[in-house]
T-cell receptor, first 115, second 115 residues
Framework: AQSVTQLGSHVSVSEGALVLLRCNYS??????LFWYVQYPNQGLQLLLK??????LVKGINDFEAEFKKSETSFHLTKPSAHMSDAAEYFC?????????????FGKGTKLSVIP | NAGVTQTPKFQVLKTGQSMTLQCAQD?????MYWYRQDPGMGLRLIYY???????DKGEVPNGYNVSRLNKREFSLRLESAAPSQTSVYFC??????????????FGEGSRLTVL
């Protein structure tokens, strides 16, 4: 059973437009949630994380995500896309409760930014 | 700032050959992980080590072995490589405690091709 679902394997936006990358999870315990970014030929880097404090989480490079328990969602947004945002983005969830040492990653969404 | 260092970066093997991927981190992290990344599959956990002296299976451990040599180093061994193990392998580390568990620091990856 898939525990993390990212809607859309590829998203294209125009430079300056809103970025919205969708992530839904399924969990029977309060999850910790993460967004990672991968630039070409590099490892993943943490963008932001939700660990049961504020539901609106701000990360690096003006990205933010909102935890919505009722919708089991943790969508990533950025008000204005920049060419440098072109990368692959992964949502991840710690499904076994805090401190379980195991993250489950979504399949990723590749973001293209059109000049 | 070295962070997480993986060697080799590229390797081509023939079916049945063995090899070891090396990983070292200089951040004094407790936990270390090996993931594989395949197109459209996201990242899947192979093995992890929550702390020095312990290792546990992840989602896809078959065909692999690991050794946590000391706190810094965590190696991944393929005893008899198969074409299905063609992938990009990522080593990661984390402080491994509480809210920091999911903050993974990744190496740049090792691209393995098995012919």
């Amino acid at each position: 059973a898939q525990s993390v679902t990212q809607l859309g394997s590829h998203v294209s936006v125009s430079e300056g437009a809103l970025v919205l990358l969708r992530c839904n999870y399924s969990s029977s315990v309060p999850p910790y949630l993460f967004w990672y970014v991968q630039y070409p030929n590099q490892g993943l880097q943490l963008l932001l994380k939700y660990t049961s404090a504020a539901t609106l989480v701000k990360g690096i490079n003006d990205f933010e995500a909102e935890f919505k328990k009722s919708e089991t969602s943790f969508h990533l947004t950025k008000p204005s896309a920049h060419m440098s945002d072109a990368a692959e983005y992964f949502c991840a969830v710690d499904l076994r409760g805090a401190g379980s040492y195991q993250l489950t990653f979504g399949k990723g969404t590749k973001l293209s930014v059109i000049p | 700032n070295a962070g997480v260092t993986q060697t080799p970066k590229f390797q081509v093997l023939k079916t049945g050959q063995s090899m070891t991927l090396q990983c070292a981190q200089d951040m004094n992290h407790n936990s270390m992980y090996w993931y594989r990344q395949d197109p459209g599959m996201g990242l899947r956990l192979i093995y992890y080590s929550a702390s020095e002296g312990t290792t546990d299976k992840g989602e896809v451990p078959n065909g692999y072995n690991v050794s946590r040599l000391n706190k810094r180093e965590f190696s991944l061994r393929l005893e008899s490589a198969a074409p299905s193990q063609t992938s990009v392998y990522f080593c990661a580390s984390s402080r491994g405690t509480g809210v920091n568990t999911g903050e993974l620091f990744f190496g740049e990856g090792s691209r393995l091709t098995v012919l």
